[in-house]
């Protein structure tokens, strides 16, 4: 049974570009979660999919999008990225989102902004 | 932001004692969840406890739960080299609002000496 698998590991990009994250959810996970851990810090949460709809959205700017696929996969879209978006992206997969589940995070997609 | 504050920040000791690590947290949680992390990677699940619950175990892990003082602890017994990793407890806040959101704190940093 396959993880959380996040792609790319690793990425490099300039400021102003854009760049799209990728996320498939462990398997029977509907529910994706999108977190920011930049160096030092505790992961901060973007947002949550559910049903192909953004359920709940943290303190990010409006630069930060997402989308859910109906096969419940999930992209973090970043504009006009800045030197301070460099950070580790970690995606978490759940069930439905109740409470009291588990939440599988992947390995991360590091972005480094130059 | 983050919720709460994980005490110490970095905790070094000797193969085969004891850990303790200690996560205070600010609003009322429907569950509680530890979780760690080796080089900056993807993090995984250590244990869940519901704020119902006051104390759970399991494997060499021990992790109570005081609601009154918004307070959690986990103890590593008998440490291991391979427990050197990064903690972090992460709450889910009670209310119908919250859903899957996670709210981390910073992290305590263990260093097991062999």
């Known amino acids: 049974d396959a993880g959380v698998t996040q792609s790319p590991t690793h990425l490099i990009k300039t400021r102003g570009q854009q760049v799209t994250l990728r996320c498939s959810p462990k398997?029977?996970?509907?529910?994706v979660s999108w977190y920011q851990q930049a160096l030092g810090q505790g992961p901060q949460f973007i947002f949550q999919?559910?049903?192909?709809?953004?359920?709940q959205r943290g303190n990010f700017p409006d630069r930060f999008s997402g989308h859910q696929f109906p096969n419940y996969s999930s992209e973090l879209n970043v504009n006009a990225l800045l030197l301070g978006d460099s950070a580790l992206y970690l995606c978490?997969?759940?069930?439905?989102?109740?409470?009291?589940?588990?939440?599988?995070f992947g390995q991360g997609t590091r972005l480094t902004v130059v | 932001s983050q919720q709460g504050e994980e005490d110490p920040q970095a905790l070094s000791i000797q193969e085969g004692e004891n850990a303790t690590m200690n996560c205070s947290y600010k609003?009322?949680?429907?569950?509680l969840q530890w979780y760690r992390q080796n080089s900056g990677r993807g993090l995984v699940h250590l244990i869940l406890?519901?704020?119902?619950?006051r104390e759970k175990h399991s494997g060499r892990l021990r992790v109570t739960l005081d609601t009154s003082k918004k307070s959690s602890s986990l103890l590593i017994t008998a440490s291991r080299a391979a427990d050197t990793a990064s903690y972090f407890c992460?709450?889910?806040?009670?209310?119908?609002?919250?859903?899957?959101?996670?709210?981390f704190g910073q992290g305590t940093i263990l260093t097991v000496h062999p």
């Open positions: 978490a997969s759940s069930w439905g989102g109740q409470m009291n589940t588990e939440a599988f």
């Open positions: 398997s029977g996970h509907d529910t």
């Open positions: 999919y559910y049903e192909e709809e953004e359920r």
């Open positions: 609003t009322s949680i429907n569950n």
């Open positions: 406890i519901r704020s119902n619950e």
């Open positions: 992460a709450t889910k806040a009670s209310g119908g609002t919250s859903y899957g959101k996670l709210t």
